[in-house]
């Protein structure tokens, strides 16, 4: 079975520039998540997706990232204009269970951004 | 606001001794625990979890304790063996409502030959 897909695996950009990120899930996952994981610190998570909506964003800097996933499978995540602080790797996993049960996570390798 | 805390950064263990990797919450409403590990330029792996239902659960050479009252977890790994060597991470998550995980901030263990 496919793991969870991720692309670039690396990026460096100067601040105020923009950039993105792509995650394939596993196949039949309905749950998606994207984490930022910044050096030294556990993995924080930005926003949940449960098929295409959204359904936890708290924790997402609505005025620089945003996020979508469009028809339930592959997610891209985009910062604009990235800051020094957003250097960090971002992290996607995917879920088999729905909202509301638990299970385990599967991540992928991970992107890593460096704010130059 | 720290909801998971690992507070050892990094432990050191001798090849076939016991590793105990230590874990604190502060939300009572956590009623999910897990465990992953992390090995350098890949993304964290699922090793073991533990519902509040239970007080212990195995799996091979990995044990998860969990004392609900004192809000602390531990992962023994028993014998310790050079490929144990990663940043395991401690996460929780409450069994109502949105499944999300909080994570620790890691402890990274070093098995030594």
């Known amino acids: 079975e496919a793991g969870v897909a991720q692309s670039p695996r690396y990026k460096i950009i100067e601040k105020r520039q923009s950039v993105a990120f792509w995650c394939n899930p596993i196949s039949g996952h309905a749950t998606l998540y994207w984490y930022q994981q910044i050096l030294g610190q556990g993995p924080k998570l930005l926003i949940q997706f449960q098929n295409n909506g959204v359904v936890d964003d708290s924790q997402l800097p609505k005025d620089r990232f945003s996020a979508e996933r469009l028809k339930g499978v592959d997610s891209t995540l985009k910062i604009q204009p990235a800051k020094l602080e957003d250097s960090a790797v971002y992290l996607c996993?995917?879920?088999?269970?729905?909202?509301?049960?638990?299970?385990?996570?599967?991540f992928g390798e991970g992107s890593r951004l460096t704010v130059l | 606001d720290q909801q998971v805390k690992q507070n050892s950064p990094s432990l050191s263990v001798q090849e076939g001794r016991i590793s105990i990797l230590n874990c604190d919450y502060t939300?009572?409403?956590?009623?999910?625990f897990l465990w992953y590990k992390k090995y350098p330029a890949e993304g964290p792996t699922f090793l073991i979890s533990i519902s509040s239902i239970k007080d212990k659960n195995e799996d091979g050479r990995f044990t998860v304790f969990l004392n609900k009252s004192a809000k602390h977890l531990s992962l023994h790994i028993v014998p310790s063996q050079p490929g144990d060597s990663a940043v395991y991470f401690c996460a929780a998550s409450p069994i109502q409502g949105a499944q999300k995980l909080v994570f620790g901030q890691g402890t990274r263990l070093t098995i030594n030959p």
């Open positions: 996993a995917s879920s088999f269970h729905r909202v509301g049960r638990t299970g385990e996570l599967f």
């Open positions: 939300n009572s409403m956590f009623d999910y």
